[in-house]
């Protein structure tokens, strides 16, 4: 079987409860004998409290039988033949090889570990937002849909190798590296521009076409833009140690943002040139601890002949400040790219053709929540200038600002209004944050506390402005502002029933000409106890 992503804890919960198919539990069983780290956290699930434990086992005869088939009975998908054995375990799911009757093309069908109807709205919502996504270097999402109430998820299959199984092979020549991690970046930078952060990025999230050239996967914990009730999935920490960057590991979710994925190509970058990342420790605990408070070395004191220059790179992708690491991706590919132009001592890298190359390879997704397939593209290779095989380290930079957050392109709603969800604000101040479990701003308890999303316009358009907000709190009498395209309102924020009950308010009238806007929210002093929990600004067309 093939080799897999660690599973998440539903998986391993349905591991433990038998409720995942005998290949399927093989496969978990077979990655548990190498991965130390899954088979710690198996254990610890294990020792949950009986009563949790009671609870799974009660359902888990219900759930038998439906999208995860008994042995030997397969999976019935119309207008697909399903191969009965799974092609391996993705982090919430299992995926299987299958054929399109009519199109008699292969496929991956990837089952998700779960059937509530949150799941399955979630995944939709998702879907939609990965499949925005075009560019060479990001593979793309078929269809979705639903079989006994799990939903599911039809992908190009790949049966290439990912750069996991590449980096096995031990370190990589420095400027394979730089070109791989440089297609990477500008694939990156293009999903911030849409709005969307990885958030996971790691070599086994990244699947190589025969020619060797690199496709980003597995969107499945992604911040992003169009959702404003989930920001990846249940419990407070997103990604995987040793990739995470320091931000990510309290899972304060205002914090992260496109910096996170930088520090994750940082790794990756480190990884290829040394051999193994920047942090390693026995227990995830302590990784984490390393990530948080220990500076790494740079990859040349584990592999001496790493030129200074990728030395220099990697560390600045690497600083524990996200405001101190490249301004964006598009600057680390910038970079990478003048350390191509200068080097001239090797070969250009293998996964670079010399022509344009049809990218037709197929790939089977088996990391992760995987919402994505490629189409076919072409690729030239950069002109290489001559110069010394080391240059010299660029100097520090000084503190910076933080970078401005993406700009955003809305898509309009089924009522052809905007909505500028709580997880695409940009957040500042002592107390303000996103959470995550219920989709808002809480915790606005600060009057220095901001929220703030810019977003182009195509046309120039009037509209009425309204937000969305629960607030226990009415009979404060707590006043805010909202600041747009040098106009100003003020309004009284009002009460609801409950933090839970969450009403439309409207605020005014403006006419915003076509271009990049930045609107912010904010209390107006003084502010008594907290403001609301804001769940989307509302942008209707008059």
């Not at 948080?292 to 740079?298: D, G, I, W």
């Not at 590919?333 to 670079?352: K, Y």
């Not at 009522?415 to 219920?438: C, Q």
């Amino acid at each position: 079987m093939s080799p897999i992503a660690c599973p998440t804890d539903e998986v391993l919960t349905a591991f433990l409860l038998g409720d995942l198919p005998e290949p399927a539990i093989d496969a978990v069983r077979e990655h548990q004998e190498v991965c130390p780290l899954c088979e710690s956290r198996t254990r610890r699930l294990e020792d949950r409290s009986d009563r949790v434990l009671d609870e799974l086992r009660q359902t888990a005869h219900r759930m038998r039988g439906d999208a995860f088939a008994a042995p030997g009975a397969g999976i019935v998908l119309p207008g697909y033949d399903v191969e009965e054995s799974p092609v391996g375990i993705g982090g919430m799911g299992v995926v299987y090889r299958a054929r399109h009757r009519e199109l008699e093309r292969v496929v991956a069908i990837k089952m998700i570990a779960g059937k509530s109807e949150e799941i399955s709205r979630l995944l939709r919502i998702e879907a939609k937002a990965v499949a925005r996504l075009q560019h060479p270097n990001i593979v793309q999402i078929f269809d979705i849909g639903q079989n006994g109430g799990r939903p599911f998820l039809v992908l190009e299959l790949v049966e290439g190798g990912s750069l996991a199984q590449r980096i096995e092979e031990g370190p990589s020549p420095p400027r394979w590296a730089a070109e791989l991690v440089r297609a990477l970046a500008l694939a990156v930078d293009h999903a911030h521009g849409q709005g969307i952060v990885h958030c996971d990025l790691k070599p086994s999230n990244i699947l190589l076409t025969d020619e060797g050239v690199p496709k980003i996967a597995d969107f499945g914990v992604a911040k992003w833009n169009e959702s404003d009730a989930f920001w990846g999935g249940d419990g407070p920490r997103r990604g995987t140690p040793g990739y995470m960057a320091p931000e990510q590991i309290d899972g304060a979710a205002n914090r992260i943002g496109p910096p996170a994925d930088i520090y994750a190509l940082g790794v990756i970058l480190y990884e290829l040139l040394a051999g193994r990342v920047p942090h390693l420790a026995e227990t995830a605990a302590e990784t984490l601890r390393l990530v948080r408070e220990q500076a790494p070395l740079p990859p040349s004191r584990w592999r001496p002949d790493v030129p200074r220059r990728l030395d220099a790179v990697a560390l600045k992708c690497l600083r524990k400040n996200p405001a101190r690491r490249f301004a964006d991706a598009k600057a680390l590919a910038d970079d990478l790219g003048r350390f191509l132009d200068e080097d001239s001592t090797a070969r250009p890298g293998r996964w670079i053709s010399r022509r344009p190359v049809a990218l037709t390879a197929p790939f089977v997704l088996l990391t992760g929540l995987s919402l994505v397939a490629f189409g076919v593209s072409t690729l030239d290779a950069p002109t290489l200038a001559p110069s010394p095989r080391s240059a010299p380290e660029p100097a520090p930079e000084p503190e910076s600002k933080p970078p401005e957050p993406p700009i955003l392109e809305p898509e309009l709603q089924g009522d052809g209004s905007i909505r500028l969800g709580a997880a695409a604000a940009s957040v500042s101040g002592p107390s303000l944050i996103f959470e995550h479990s219920f989709g808002n701003l809480g915790f606005w308890h600060h009057e220095d506390d901001r929220a703030s999303w810019v977003f182009r316009l195509d046309e120039p358009a009037r509209f009425r402005l309204s937000l969305e907000y629960a607030n226990e709190n009415g009979a404060a009498g707590n006043r805010f502002e909202i600041e747009v395209a040098g106009d100003l309102f003020t309004a009284l924020a009002i009460g609801t029933n409950n933090w839970a009950d969450y009403w439309k308010f409207p605020i005014g009238e403006i006419a915003l000409p076509a271009g990049v806007h930045r609107l912010e929210v904010r209390p107006k002093p003084p502010l008594l106890g907290a403001l609301f929990d804001l769940r989307a600004v509302i942008l209707e067309h008059l």
